[in-house]
C-alpha cells in the first residue's frame, strides 16, 4: 500500500467518495459490507446523526389488497422503536381512462407500528393523496407525524384506517413510492 503523505492535497467536493464499512441493522444475520461514502453523506450524519431514509414501492398488485394484506415499510428490530420523522408518497398512476381505485370505504392510508388509535405515533395519507390508478400525472404528498406511543420491536407498516380494501373499476395501475425519514431507537 503506498504511503498516503505521497497522495496530493484537494479540497473536498460533496460527490467525492471515501471508502468504508456499512454495518448491518442489530439482530440481522447481514455481514458487514465495505462500500464508498459520499462526502455529502458523510456530512448529513454530522448534521443529523442516527436520522435515515428508506425508499418503499408499494406495488399495484399490494395496492388491490392494502386494508385487509397491510404492507411492511420497515423490518421489526428487537430492542428498538422507530420515531417517524417524516414520509413523502409519489403516487405513480400508469392506468387508463375509467380505471380506478376507489378509496371512499378505507378510511384513508396510515402508517403506524403500534396500532392507529388516536394515542399512538402513525403517519396518515388523506383519501385524495393515495394512488388513483388512472391516467394521472405524479402526484406528491408530504405527511407529518402524530405523536403517539410506539411498541419496542415494532416495524412500520401501511394499511387502511378500516382495514378495507379499495373498491376496483375496470384495471387500475398504480404503485406508491415511499421515502420515510426516521430514527431508530433502542429502548432500554
Not at 412500520?156 to 431508530?184: E, G, K
Request: charged fraction near 5%.
Amino acid at each position: 500500500m503506498a504511503n498516503t503523505r505521497s497522495y496530493p492535497s484537494a479540497t473536498a467536493k460533496s460527490n467525492d467518495l471515501i471508502l468504508g464499512t456499512s454495518m448491518p441493522l442489530p439482530n440481522t444475520n447481514d455481514d458487514p459490507r465495505t462500500v464508498n461514502f459520499s462526502i455529502s453523506q458523510v456530512n448529513g450524519l454530522a448534521n443529523s446523526p442516527d436520522i435515515a431514509t428508506a425508499v418503499v414501492t408499494v406495488t399495484n398488485t399490494q395496492l388491490a389488497t392494502l386494508g385487509t394484506v397491510p404492507v411492511a415499510i420497515l423490518p421489526t428490530v428487537t430492542g428498538y422503536i422507530y420515531e417517524i420523522l417524516g414520509i413523502t408518497t409519489t403516487s405513480l398512476n400508469t392506468g387508463g381512462a375509467g380505471n380506478t381505485y376507489n378509496w371512499a370505504a378505507t378510511g384513508g392510508g396510515v402508517f403506524y407500528g403500534q396500532g392507529f388509535a388516536s394515542t399512538q405515533h402513525r403517519v396518515e395519507i388523506p383519501l385524495a393523496n393515495l394512488p388513483s390508478g388512472a391516467v394521472s400525472v405524479a402526484e406528491s404528498y408530504i405527511a407529518t407525524p402524530i405523536a403517539g406511543t410506539f411498541r419496542s420491536g415494532a416495524g412500520i407498516t401501511l394499511t387502511t384506517t378500516l382495514s378495507a380494501n379499495p373498491v376496483v373499476t375496470l384495471t387500475p395501475v398504480a404503485q406508491f413510492v415511499v421515502n420515510v425519514t426516521y430514527r431508530l431507537i433502542q429502548v432500554v
